[in-house]
């Protein structure tokens, strides 16, 4: 356990489980606290990334939650929640950019990252609300979330041989949640997106533990304690084709 400002307890991430797959291309490794409380969390197996690599466009491979609690007169209480998802895409095996009238892309191009952090993150919004209302358009989906929708503006995660470029969504109300997507590619067809998300609770007539601002704060630090655990290593072809992508900007 890990103690936090405002006395938020934790999970310590230099003491979590190490977990690691191999998607041919590219090896991630990263460190993820268990919650034997959360019934829904899952890991998958390497057999089943082995499966996906020959059949589907996309696997959902990580779900994990993991409380922030508070010491109340010696009890722990739950005050807040972290939930992380991974899936993999994979640009080979499904018509995105048919779908979303957009590239193709190269994921080992630079620029080509940054337009796709922007274009999956309007689709994945446009999707969301379309599920609710099928014909609401685009103009009137985003009006509900802040979304940053120029490439330049993207703020980088991580600067590995790649960048890790990240958009995020947060509610235009008073809800204390953020969710933070972060593309990170595994080769020039296929990448990771890791959803990041942290909220807080109330108890009846109580204020929440943390203002607005210092939730938003505590939810980056949180987010780069995860990352700064997460790497990523590419096959010699990837970094081969990432060389010849420097060399041809």
Not at 145 to 162: A, G, R, T, Y
Not at 163 to 179: A, F, I
Request: charged share 25%; proline share 4%; hydrophobic share 40%.
């Amino acid at each position: 356990m890990k103690s936090y400002k405002n006395g938020l307890l934790g999970p310590d991430l230099n003491r979590c489980d190490i977990v690691s797959y191999n998607f041919g291309d590219a090896e991630i490794q990263f460190r993820l606290p268990n919650d034997p409380k959360a019934d829904d969390n899952f890991v998958q197996s390497q057999e089943i990334v082995d499966g996906w690599k020959n059949s589907t466009s996309h696997l959902h491979f990580i779900k994990s939650e993991w409380a922030l609690q508070e010491n109340v007169n010696g009890l722990l209480r739950r005050i807040g929640l972290v939930t992380l998802g991974m899936d993999i895409f994979s640009f080979d095996k499904a018509s995105f950019e048919q779908d979303w009238k957009t590239g193709p892309y190269s994921f080992v191009r630079k620029p080509d990252l940054r337009e796709l952090a922007v274009d999956f993150f309007i689709n994945l919004i446009l999707m969301g609300e379309q599920s609710d209302n099928p014909d609401i358009s685009k103009e009137d989906a985003l009006r509900e979330w802040e979304v940053i929708n120029d490439p330049s503006l993207l703020p980088i995660v991580k600067q590995d041989i790649l960048p890790w470029y990240m958009n995020r969504r947060r509610q235009k109300t008073n809800y204390y949640s953020w969710e933070s997507i972060i593309v990170i590619p595994i080769s020039d067809r296929s990448i990771v997106i890791a959803q990041f998300y942290s909220e807080f609770f109330t108890y009846g007539d109580e204020a929440c533990i943390i203002t607005k601002n210092e939730q938003e704060a505590f939810d980056n630090m949180l987010r780069e304690e995860f990352f700064s655990h997460f790497t990523v290593k590419y096959s010699p072809e990837i970094l081969a084709k990432i060389k010849e992508a420097e060399a041809l900007a």
